[in-house]
């Protein structure tokens, strides 16, 4: 018997009842614990349960009347551009109508759950409240994926979506839970680690939880990606300590980047083959590589072919590579427009927490 079809009603309830304040745990709850695959199908529309949580959140803002209490950001233009990009570059595509709804679906998740967690988490409480309730549900995801890691079966299976077997990297299983690779998974554990070094002096017994669980969801999974989240991660919250010299820092490290591209053999982003760890370090940098030599195919709007710019392809699809860099998975959907759309976020959210630390 599948539980999706009885968990999912049940989160979609708390969502609506609960305090405005416990909103975004009940939405980050369901995101979690309910795989892609809980969702609902409704003639050829995809109902994931995340769009159902979206759709629930904005019923549940109009009921309520609730609204941003925040001034408008210069982020919120951004993602608004963010969707208009994805949309428009759909017209480049072969499948112009499947292109346009895959990419329509992408824009609804983004700017829903942004939009949703703007009305939700307007102060400094929510953002603590928010950040405990992150370490809170990695402690079951912790429990969850090391009893697969043990086992070699995904409990997650009972929900919906999700192959009981789990994957395995030789003879070592890569835990994933209700996450759809091993690799999104573990990046949880290892953004929640470092939380519980922030949340240290506010709330211990949580950051402890949040600590011990983090750990444990990144070693379940088996992939050198989460562990190198979790050092960059670390690095970057020791360098908080000469936060007053951040822009000599970025500037030496960009200018110690170009004069090892100059001396090196390989080019500088060969780096990532040399420090990651998992094995994947040198199929990331050849696929950099790759995007720049067939620049021309995807610079505009991206492409609907990838298979030639790497030896090995995707069993999902013949003519797609695996792109397994989050910027180039942008290009490839929608051109440099979406990809520096896509940058231009990160950078702009980095300048607001900025700004909103110099006030507190």
């Not at 990532?272 to 760890?277: G, L, M, Q």
């Not at 709007?301 to 030639?308: F, I, N, Q, S």
């Not at 995707?314 to 695996?322: N, R």
């Amino acid at each position: 018997m599948l539980l999706g079809p009885y968990l999912l009603p049940l989160i979609v309830t708390l969502l609506l009842l609960v305090p405005r304040k416990y909103a975004p745990a009940a939405f980050l709850g369901g995101a979690i614990f309910l795989p892609v695959g809980a969702g609902v199908m409704l003639a050829s529309l995809n109902l994931t349960p995340v769009r159902l949580l979206i759709a629930t959140g904005i019923l549940r803002c109009i009921l309520r009347r609730e609204t941003p209490a925040l001034f408008p950001l210069a982020a919120d233009r951004l993602f608004a551009l963010f969707a208009l990009v994805a949309l428009g570059t759909s017209f480049f595509h072969d499948d112009v109508a499947g292109t346009t709804v895959y990419h329509g679906a992408l824009s609804i998740d983004i700017l829903g759950t942004y939009f949703l967690f703007r009305i939700w988490i307007s102060n400094r409480q929510d953002v603590l409240l928010f950040l405990q309730w992150i370490l809170i549900l990695a402690a079951p995801l912790a429990l969850f994926m090391v009893t697969e890691f043990v086992t070699g079966k995904n409990l997650f299976n009972f929900v919906g979506g999700i192959p009981v077997e789990s994957v395995l990297r030789g003879d070592r299983v890569r835990a994933r839970g209700p996450f759809r690779h091993a690799i999104l998974a573990g990046t949880y554990g290892g953004v929640a680690l470092p939380l519980a070094i922030a949340l240290w002096q506010s709330n211990r017994r949580i950051a402890w939880i949040g600590a011990v669980s983090g750990f444990l969801i990144v070693l379940a999974s088996t992939s050198g990606g989460p562990v190198m989240t979790l050092g960059s991660v670390l690095v970057a919250l020791w360098l908080w300590r000469y936060r007053a010299r951040l822009r000599v820092i970025l500037w030496s490290a960009v200018a110690s980047l170009l004069l090892l591209h100059l001396i090196m053999n390989a080019p500088v982003w060969y780096l990532i083959a040399r420090v990651e760890i998992g094995g994947g370090g040198y199929y990331r940098a050849k696929l950099i590589d790759s995007a720049i030599k067939y620049l021309n195919e995807w610079w505009l709007a991206g492409t609907d072919v990838t298979r030639h710019w790497m030896p090995s392809g995707v069993k999902w699809s013949q003519d797609a590579a695996d792109i397994t860099n989050g910027y180039l998975s942008f290009g490839v959907l929608g051109g440099l427009p979406l990809m520096l759309t896509f940058i231009g976020i990160i950078t702009i959210s980095f300048r607001h927490l900025a700004r909103a630390y110099k006030c507190l």
